[in-house]
C-alpha cells in the first residue's frame, strides 16, 4: 500500500517574507506597549489596546454600580473593535498598498488624538482616535495561517510561546512559535518607553508613537514603490482572519 503525501498548508502570512514581516511586527508592538503606557497613566487607567483588561474593568465596574465607568471602558472596547473592523476592511481594499497604507492613516490617528478635545470622564474623546489607530493596528500583518499577528496584547503571544516550547520538545514546532518572544519583548520595551515619556512630556509624549508608525509608513511606502509586488510587501494572505477558502487580497512575486 502506497502512502499518500499531504501537501503543507499554503503560506498566508502579510508581508510574505519574514525580512519585513519581523521587524515591522516587533516595531509595532513596540509602538502598541509605548502608546498604551502613555494612556494608562494619561487617562486614570484606561487601556488603550489592553481589552482584556478593560473587559475586566467593565464587569468590576458593573458589579459596582459606577455607570460613568461602564460607559467609559465600554465605549473604549466598542471604539477598538471598530479599529480592527474597519482595518480589515481597509486590508482588502488597498490590496498590494495595505502596508503602506494602513500605517499611515494609523500615524494620524495617534497624532489626532492631541488635537480632539478631551470630552468627558464617560467619553474620553480624546482617546479615541488612539485607541481606533492601534485596534486598526491588529489588521496589518498576518502569519502564516493568514490570521492577523497580536501586536497590540500579550496573552496570545505568552501562551503561544508556552505551548510552542511543548512542541518544540515534541519536535513538531509552528514557525509562527519563533516571533512570540521578540512580540513579547517588543510590547514590554515599548510600555518601559512610554511611562517615561509620559512622566516627562505629559500627552504629548503620544507624538512618539506617532512618528514611529510614520516612520514604519515610508519604509513601507518606498518598498512597495520600490518594489512592486515583491514578497517584501505583500504576500498571497486573503484578508485578516479570513476563511480559508478566500482569495488573496494581493498576490506577490517571488523574489529574485
Known amino acids: 500500500m502506497t502512502e499518500t503525501r499531504k501537501e503543507a498548508p499554503a503560506d498566508k502570512s502579510f508581508p510574505a517574507s519574514p525580512t519585513t514581516r519581523i521587524p515591522f ?8 506597549g509605548c502608546a498604551d503606557s502613555i494612556g494608562f497613566l ?14 475586566t474593568r467593565f464587569g468590576v465596574a458593573v458589579a459596582n454600580s459606577d455607570w460613568e465607568n461602564v460607559t467609559r471602558v465600554a465605549s473604549t472596547i466598542i471604539v477598538f473593535c471598530f479599529g480592527a473592523f474597519l482595518g480589515t476592511l481597509l486590508a482588502a481594499l488597498f490590496g498590494r498598498w495595505r502596508l503602506a497604507a494602513l500605517l499611515t492613516i494609523e500615524a494620524v490617528l495617534l497624532g489626532l488624538g492631541l488635537f480632539m478635545p478631551w470630552g468627558t470622564y464617560a467619553y474620553p ?25 497580536a501586536l497590540t496584547y500579550v496573552t496570545g ?72 509586488g515583491s ?3 505583500s504576500g ?20 529574485a
Not at 25 to 32: G, H, I, K, P, S
Not at 128 to 143: K, T
Not at 215 to 221: G, H, T, V
Open 157 to 228: 503571544a505568552v501562551v503561544r510561546f508556552g505551548t510552542g516550547l511543548a512542541n518544540l520538545l515534541m519536535g513538531s514546532v509552528a514557525s509562527s512559535f519563533w516571533i512570540q518572544a521578540p512580540l513579547w519583548g517588543g510590547l514590554s520595551f515599548g510600555a518601559i518607553m512610554g511611562g517615561v515619556l509620559q512622566l516627562r512630556y505629559g500627552e504629548t509624549a503620544f507624538l512618539v508613537p506617532a512618528a514611529l508608525a510614520a516612520l514604519l509608513a515610508l519604509i513601507a511606502l518606498v518598498l512597495t514603490i520600490a518594489k512592486p
Open 231 to 233: 514578497e517584501l510587501v
Open 25 to 32: 511586527a516587533v516595531a509595532l508592538a513596540v509602538l502598541a
Open 125 to 149: 474623546l480624546h482617546a479615541y482616535p488612539i485607541i481606533l489607530a492601534l485596534g486598526l493596528q491588529n489588521a496589518i500583518l498576518q502569519d502564516d495561517g493568514g490570521r492577523s499577528l
Open 42 to 55: 494619561e487617562f486614570s487607567q484606561l487601556f488603550m489596546s489592553f481589552m482584556s483588561g478593560n473587559t
Open 236 to 255: 498571497f494572505s486573503p484578508a485578516p482572519d479570513a476563511a480559508p477558502s478566500s482569495k488573496p487580497v494581493a498576490k506577490a512575486k517571488a523574489l
